[in-house]
């Protein structure tokens, strides 16, 4: 079973930092691509960043510039830094990754349980 933990949340001012991790733990054989996606009250899910097994990033236009996606294979964790911090990136943070379980089956799509990122004075 394969689960997606995320932490590092919480209530920052504008202009602040956070920085949100993402631990996989279960049985993995590989983790494709990572990323991180974002719901805020009354909006659709969106990206907010991916990253693939070999480092290559992708962002939101909203987000360029002030957030970086990176990852350690080595721990399974996935982080996402975010700098200059604004009210509209308040939202529930959910982790995302592609993983094949074991040899011979194929990769599933997993959600981690979110955390709450709240950018307020």
């Known amino acids: 079973q394969v689960q997606l933990v995320e932490s590092g949340g919480g209530l920052v001012q504008p202009g602040g930092s956070l920085r949100l991790s993402c631990a996989a733990s279960?049985?993995?054989?590989?983790?494709?691509?990572m990323g991180w996606y974002r719901q805020a009250p009354g909006k659709q899910r969106e990206v907010v960043a991916t990253i693939t097994t070999v480092g290559r990033t992708n962002y939101a236009d909203s987000v360029k510039g002030r957030f970086t996606i990176s990852r350690d294979n080595a721990k399974k964790t996935v982080y996402l830094q975010m700098n200059s911090l604004k009210p509209e990136d308040t939202a529930v943070y959910y982790c995302?990754?592609?993983?094949?379980?074991?040899?011979?089956?194929?990769?599933?799509?997993?959600w981690g349980q979110g955390t709450q990122v709240t950018v307020s004075s």
């Open positions: 279960g049985s993995i054989f590989v983790i494709y691509t």
């Open positions: 995302n990754a592609d993983i094949r379980p074991r040899v011979g089956v194929p990769a599933n799509n997993y």
